[in-house]
Each structure stands twice: as structure tokens, then as C-alpha cells.
T-cell receptor, first 116, second 111 residues
Framework: GAVVSQHPSWVICKSGTSVKIECRSL??????MFWYRQFPKQSLMLMAT?????????EQGVEKDKFLINHASLTLSTLTVTSAHPEDSSFYIC????????????FGPGTRLTVL | LAKTTQPISMDSYEGQEVNITCSHN???????ITWYQQFPSQGPRFIIQ???TKVTNEVASLFIPADRKSSTLSLPRVSLSDTAVYYC????????????FGTGTRLKVLA
């Protein structure tokens, strides 16, 4: 099956710094990728839809200036958490759907962000 | 966007068959039904997908009645390693269609 990777798998940073998380589709092209956030014992919450070559579409309540998304190629999307604070600590998961391929989304392994 | 409703949690014993039902009353004509499994601190893993009737693969079966307003994921003879959260998702076929995750069903398999 299609594989989606994320880097880093975990990161610890100080409050006020920015952190970049990469999401890659390893063996397929993905025009669209999705970013989710998941707090402990909770479900995944969709943050934004990342479209290759265009601006991301953010869900209501998600600050686009705080969570910068760039989808510069058909295999890479990045999420940058700017000026991170402890409340941004969470598990961030990306997913991708193969362009013109099957309908299921393939999810990455997730990135654990801890802001001190 | 079709909303889904699942039981919050279920317990089962090893070796038993587990059936998890999901309600999706406002499913659209073009929507597919997809089930994912998630272990703690991991991304969701695709289990099975279907449109109508019955779909079976090496790990599960998916039963979808004619009205498609619900679906049932069947896990045959579960083991301890099947303890996880199971999500039912309903989605369209366009590349930009976004999934909205419900609560999922937390399955605990007991020895």
C-alpha cells in the first residue's frame, strides 16, 4: 500500500520557537494532503487541507498565521507551528490521497510535539 | 459532510468475533464507507472500504445494508493486538474530499 512518512516523529521545543513538520508521500503523488491534530484520548481534528501549488484551506477556528502550511510539491507538505506555546503540544498527523488513485486516505505515523 | 455515530467503547474476549456498527444516516450517493484502526501514538491505519453489500479482505469484513445508512465492521476472532480505536468514515470520491472524524469506538480485547 501507499506510504506516508512524517518527520520528525517527535520534537520538544521551547515556548516561542517555531517548529516545522514534514509530510511526504513516498511512493505516490498527492495533490491534496490533510493535517490533523489529536489530543490525548480524543479523536482526530482536521486542521487544514493542503493543496499543491495553492493556499491551504483551514478549518474554522484554526489560526492560519500560527499553523503555516506549504505544499510545494506533489510529494511534500509542511506544517510550521509558529511561536509555539504549551497549549500547542499535541499529536500532529498528516494524510494524503493519491492523485487519481483509490479513495482511501493514507495516514502518516504522526509527530508528537511537546512545547516547554 | 456525512456524520457518523459509533459506540464509544466495546469489550471483547480473545477469539471472539467483534462487530462494530456505525450509523451514517445522511450518506450521499457517491460516498464510500471506510474503516480505520488507530493504536496509541500512531496514525490511523486503513482496514477496509466499501460502497454496498459486503466486502471482505484478509483482516475484516464490512457489511452494508441496501439503504447504506449504517455499516458493520466485523473482526473475526480478535486477539489482544486488536485493542485499538476504530473509526468509521464516510466520504466522497473527489480528491479534495475531507474526512471528519467522529468519536470512534475504543475496542478492548481481554484475555
Amino acid at each position: 500500500g501507499a506510504v506516508v512518512s512524517q518527520h520528525p516523529s517527535w520534537v520538544i521545543c521551547k515556548s516561542g520557537t517555531s517548529v516545522k513538520i514534514e509530510c511526504r508521500s513516498l511512493d505516490f503523488q498527492a495533490t491534496t494532503m490533510f493535517w490533523y491534530r489529536q489530543f490525548p484520548k480524543q479523536s482526530l481534528m482536521l486542521m487544514a487541507t493542503s493543496n499543491e501549488g495553492s493556499k491551504a484551506t483551514y478549518e474554522q477556528g484554526v489560526e492560519k498565521d500560527k499553523f503555516l502550511i506549504n505544499h510545494a510539491s506533489l510529494t511534500l507538505s509542511t506544517l510550521t507551528v509558529t511561536s509555539a506555546h504549551p497549549e500547542d503540544s499535541s499529536f500532529y498527523i498528516c494524510s494524503a490521497r493519491e492523485t487519481g488513485g483509490p479513495y482511501e486516505q493514507f495516514f502518516g505515523p504522526g509527530t508528537r510535539l511537546t512545547v516547554l | 459532510l456525512a456524520k457518523t455515530t459509533q459506540p464509544i467503547s466495546m469489550d471483547s474476549y480473545e477469539g471472539q468475533e467483534v462487530n462494530i456498527t456505525c450509523s451514517h444516516n445522511n450518506i450521499a450517493t457517491n460516498d464510500y464507507i471506510t474503516w480505520y484502526q488507530q493504536f496509541p501514538s500512531q496514525g490511523p491505519r486503513f482496514i477496509i472500504q466499501g460502497y454496498k453489500t459486503k466486502v471482505t479482505n484478509e483482516v475484516a469484513s464490512l457489511f452494508i445494508p441496501a439503504d447504506r445508512k449504517s455499516s458493520t465492521l466485523s473482526l473475526p476472532r480478535v486477539s489482544l493486538s486488536d485493542t485499538a480505536v476504530y473509526y468509521c468514515l464516510v466520504g466522497g470520491t473527489s480528491g479534495t474530499y475531507k474526512y471528519i472524524f467522529g468519536t470512534g469506538t475504543r475496542l478492548k480485547v481481554l484475555a
